[in-house]
């Protein structure tokens, strides 16, 4: 959309100054003009604006009144109306581009976290007198018997009833030498089998699995907001408002004192773009949120935001595994 976009903006501008500059007697003609232009640009507008403005009105029906999406919406569909359609365009696009940056750097954040905790079981052996049936993890429960085989992972929280092996727990705990298994031993998800057949009791459902509850942390890791996001929320609350009401009276009572509406509503409409205050409410989220994926490409998982902020006070940094700063692998 931003590209179709784009080019139908740029065709917009070639041809209003096209007609501009025209020497043919019909084209010169003011309201021919601004047809063409209007019809040019509000097509672009269409491209690049619609969701935005379905926002604005969803979140208004639903008691929403003032985010980024109403004043970008009110403040390119009044520069519509002053006539000033290039500029309505150029905000929405330039909007637009930012967002698209902003959704980038998220999913790659988000990627980085969802490729370091690779532990999701992706299915489970379950044993009915000889018959052994794969199923989903969700579907298993307490008290069933499940065969877990060399390579795959544990799908839930189990204890072994037959058999031996070795287990790999590094993703979990960080612990590179395997873990030897017996009868009677405990086993949680998310780990690998290495070697041997084991047949283990279901001991959890999967939504209480360590595995589960290790993604649900991870997943919301952005919740848990710092101390700088849920000031940036405040405010957000309380300077939208006050902003839309600044610019009405921007509008309104330079035009009763000197008069010239279109070129204060043209000014207050400005004033609403440059206030708007999405950059500032994206831009502090964003940077946690990068900071979070960008440990986690780094092999370090953090909680959440609030911890990460945390960091930055830190002082001394204790370690429980030799090798970790001094080769940066856990042994």
Not at 170 to 185: H, Y
Request: net charge negative; hydrophobic share 45%; aromatic share 10%.
């Amino acid at each position: 959309d931003i590209i179709i976009a784009a080019i139908v903006f740029l065709f917009g501008i070639i041809v209003s100054k096209f007609l501009e500059f025209s020497n043919i007697e019909l084209i010169n003609n003011v309201a021919v003009i601004n047809n063409i232009e209007l019809i040019i640009f509000l097509i672009a507008y269409y491209i690049i604006g619609r969701n935005i403005v379905k926002k604005a009105v969803k979140n208004i029906l639903s008691g929403q009144v003032f985010d980024e999406n109403f004043l970008m919406s009110i403040a390119t569909i009044g520069a519509f109306l002053v006539g000033e359609y290039p500029e309505g365009v150029a905000v929405m696009l330039f909007y637009q581009v930012g967002e698209l940056f902003q959704s980038y750097a998220v999913e790659k954040s988000r990627n980085s976290i969802t490729e370091l905790m690779d532990i999701y079981p992706e299915y489970a052996n379950r044993k009915e007198g000889e018959v052994i049936t794969q199923i989903d993890p969700d579907e298993a429960e307490i008290g069933d018997i499940i065969v877990i085989k060399p390579g795959e992972k544990v799908p839930l929280d189990c204890k072994v009833i037959k058999g031996s092996t070795s287990l790999d727990t590094k993703a979990l705990t960080g612990e590179a030498l395997p873990r030897e298994i017996e009868v009677g031993d405990t086993l949680i998800s998310g780990c690998i089998n290495i070697n041997g057949v084991v047949e283990a009791e279901v001991m959890k459902e999967f939504g209480e699995s360590t595995v589960s509850k290790i993604l649900d942390l991870v997943e919301n890791a952005s919740s848990k907001k710092a101390e700088a996001e849920n000031f940036i929320t405040k405010f957000a609350k309380y300077y939208t408002p006050i902003v839309v009401i600044c610019a009405v009276a921007l509008a309104i009572i330079p035009s009763l004192i000197v008069g010239d509406w279109e070129t204060w509503i043209y000014r207050a409409l400005s004033f609403l773009v440059i206030s708007c205050p999405c950059a500032l409410v994206i831009s502090i989220p964003l940077s946690f949120f990068g900071g979070l994926g960008g440990a986690s490409k780094c092999g370090v998982l953090v909680k959440g935001s609030n911890y990460l902020e945390g960091l930055a006070n830190a002082e001394i940094a204790v370690f429980d595994k030799t090798g970790t700063l001094t080769q940066g692998t856990f042994n």
